[in-house]
């Protein structure tokens, strides 16, 4: 990370996968003395090496528009000793923000660019970097650090907490303007017990007004995007929030696994490897190959094998990609090959196998698949804040609205890779369409519909087994942390779920593990797909769904139009996942699709529970 673009000093590190679900565009990032935003993509670097998964660019210039050209891959080369070299120009460009800062000694308060403070960069330590009162009269240039609120509406926008007009009620100061004071004279037990005082005329307010929801005097939102450096007319009511509340920044994501063009062997293995230095415009026919084969020593591990052979495999890549992108649904093809793993072509990113299922659960589960490999790759899209949005619903009234990454029309976005391994269900699609038709006729899953189509609006709901199908991934999700040596931060699902209509429907999901800076995992997951250890486990995950440590209140929750969760029986203590593992927020999930619960016994798709 570096406080613009390159040239200008490092002031912390991230890691790729952070800058998509934690740390994106337009997020803030709390360094160690300071706190910066992640600058939109007009202010980064020229982008220098691309992330090629042509089904994943289909579905960003689905949502962004055709002109979007390239995935690009995070800026970044590996570091040496010398804190001069070109590594240490390279990063992300970021902006101080909040710019309101306070004096670790005296407490006085004011802005970065406001004369008082100073920036003391350190090349050689840039978690040291802060900014010092020099001025102080208290000591040695003691630390100034960031003013701990900030303002941010529904719309997106973020913006600095108003000191000036806050401090005196929102009228003019009566003498004509002083310095600020922040001081915390309670007993500090409470962020918000924190007095801001005007110097000049004595005026001071409590923080904790502010967040008073009953208050009659609100600032309105000034419309402000310090990522893109832009204002625009907003006509929501500001709200404010502390300094690295989780609700400030989330990040809008597509993502895309990598499946294999056609069954191949090392030749194309090597071809995949490489493909980012072969999928480029001068290499058009077997004569342009032969020379770059001459010239780039990057791919020096190709010339093994004859240019005919190579060009060959090429061809193969891009015919298989091509038709690949035709295909608007990033899942159905995995669907395809996962449910097909005989048939399905195997290579060093994309390995899978079948695994028995277990005797005891025959009749409810159709496929267990072991995948030894995966390769997947994320881009981010845009973002939101104060409220996290539905992956489904479009950006209309009344849905979440999402940020752009750059100013005017975005021609790349970036994207990490990712590898691991995961274990793939299979659910026997006649129980689950007799499961729908009982669903489509129980009062608690109806208002759970209704509620999901009133916040997020009318193509927000997804089909009725989406429900099931996302509920028994998280029961299993939190099951297998206690076996698989992964912690359930470190597991994610992918659902598999649609009705029958012009495709086959599909009915599964995919629990997997995946690390952007390695070669892989360790098996651990996989080994949990062994035919015994799947049925134990997929056992105790049901009986751990019967019953919640927070019943009675858990069971008997239910969804309405004025609760903003969107699910029933799920909470922290039983079903809830951290957000980086699931796709939909912990939203719609319903414990009593699982098995039978205190509240509800005539919905459990499990209903043979041994």
Same mark, same amino acid.
């Given at each position: ?8 000093? #490092?002031?912390?590190?991230? #890691? ?25 993509? $007009?202010?980064?670097?020229? &982008? ?12 960003? $210039? ?63 330590? !840039? ?34 907490? &108003? ?52 208050? %009659? ?39 895309? *696994? ?34 770059? *084969? ?21 061809? #193969? ?44 659960? #025959? ?40 940020? &752009?990454?750059?100013?005017? !029309? ?27 038709? *009982?669903?489509?006729? %129980? ?102 769904? %019967? ?61 043979? *529970?041994?």
């Amino acid at each position: 990370m570096s406080s613009s673009s390159a040239g200008h000093p #490092r002031v912390g590190a991230i #890691r790729p996968s952070q800058m998509l679900y934690a740390y994106g565009v337009g997020a803030l990032v709390d360094l160690p003395n300071f706190a910066v935003v992640v600058a939109g993509l $007009q202010a980064w670097d020229r &982008p220098e090496e691309t992330v090629s998964e042509p089904r994943l660019l289909a579905a960003v $210039q689905a949502a962004l528009g055709p002109q979007v050209a390239q995935l690009v891959a995070m800026p970044w080369k590996e570091e040496t000793r010398n804190a001069t070299d070109d590594w240490a120009r390279i990063g992300v460009p970021v902006i101080p923000f909040p710019r309101w800062m306070r004096c670790t000694r005296c407490n006085l308060l004011s802005t970065i660019d406001g004369g008082l403070f100073t920036f003391n960069e350190d090349i050689y330590h !840039p978690e040291r970097a802060r900014f010092e009162h020099r001025g102080c009269g208290k000591g040695k240039a003691p630390s100034a650090v960031p003013a701990r609120f900030v303002m941010a509406c529904v719309n997106g926008h973020l913006d600095e907490f &108003p000191w000036q007009e806050f401090a005196h009620g929102y009228k003019p100061c009566a003498a004509g303007g002083g310095t600020l004071e922040l001081s915390e004279p309670g007993s500090g037990t409470r962020s918000t017990e924190v007095l801001v005082r005007c110097h000049g005329c004595g005026a001071s307010a409590f923080v904790a007004t502010a967040f008073d929801r009953t208050a %009659t005097v609100r600032p309105a939102c000034r419309g402000r995007h310090p990522h893109l450096r832009t204002f625009e007319r907003c006509i929501e009511a500001a709200q404010p929030l502390l300094l690295g509340a989780s609700n400030t920044w989330f990040g809008i994501t597509l993502s895309a *696994l990598f499946i294999p063009a056609s069954a191949g062997g090392a030749i194309d293995d090597d071809v995949d490897a490489l493909w980012v230095h072969l999928d480029i415009p001068p290499i058009r026919d077997e004569a342009t190959l032969e020379q770059a *084969l001459t010239f780039n020593p990057t791919l020096e591990m190709l010339r093994a094998h004859s240019v005919a052979d190579l060009w060959q495999a090429i061809d #193969r890549r891009r015919n298989g990609e091509r038709v690949q992108a035709e295909t608007a649904d990033l899942k159905r093809p995995e669907w395809l090959q996962f449910t097909n793993p005989s048939g399905a072509p195997q290579s060093a990113d994309f390995t899978i196998a079948e695994s028995a299922v277990p005797v005891r659960h #025959r009749a409810s589960i159709a496929q267990v698949i072991a995948a030894t490999r995966l390769r997947e790759t994320t881009a981010s899209i845009a973002f939101a804040r104060i409220d996290a949005p539905d992956p489904s619903a479009p950006d209309e009234p009344g849905a979440v609205h999402r940020v &752009p990454l750059t100013v005017g !029309p975005t021609y790349w976005v970036p994207a990490v890779e990712s590898r691991g391994e995961g274990l793939f269900v299979r659910l026997p699609e006649e129980r689950v369409r007799a499961w729908e038709d *009982l669903a489509q006729r %129980t009062p608690r899953m109806m208002r759970l519909r209704d509620a999901v189509l009133h916040r997020f609006g009318p193509r927000a709901w997804p089909a009725m087994r989406y429900v099931f199908l996302h509920t028994l991934s998280h029961a299993l999700i939190n099951e297998l942390a206690l076996e698989c040596g992964y912690s359930a931060a470190s597991l994610r699902e992918r659902i598999y779920a649609s009705e029958e209509g012009a495709q086959e429907p599909m009915a599964g999901i995919l629990i997997y593990t995946a690390a952007p800076d390695s070669e892989g995992t360790l098996g651990g997951l996989v080994a949990m797909a062994e035919s015994h250890t799947f049925g134990r486990i997929l056992t105790e995950a049901l009986h751990r769904a %019967t019953f919640c440590s927070s019943d009675p209140l858990c069971a008997e929750h239910e969804a309405s139009d004025d609760d903003r969760t969107q699910h029933g029986a799920a909470c922290h203590s039983c079903l809830f996942v951290p957000e980086t593992s699931c796709e939909r927020n912990n939203r719609l999930l319903e414990r009593a699709t699982l098995a039978e619960t205190m509240a509800c016994s005539d919905l459990a798709f499990f209903n043979d *529970l041994p």
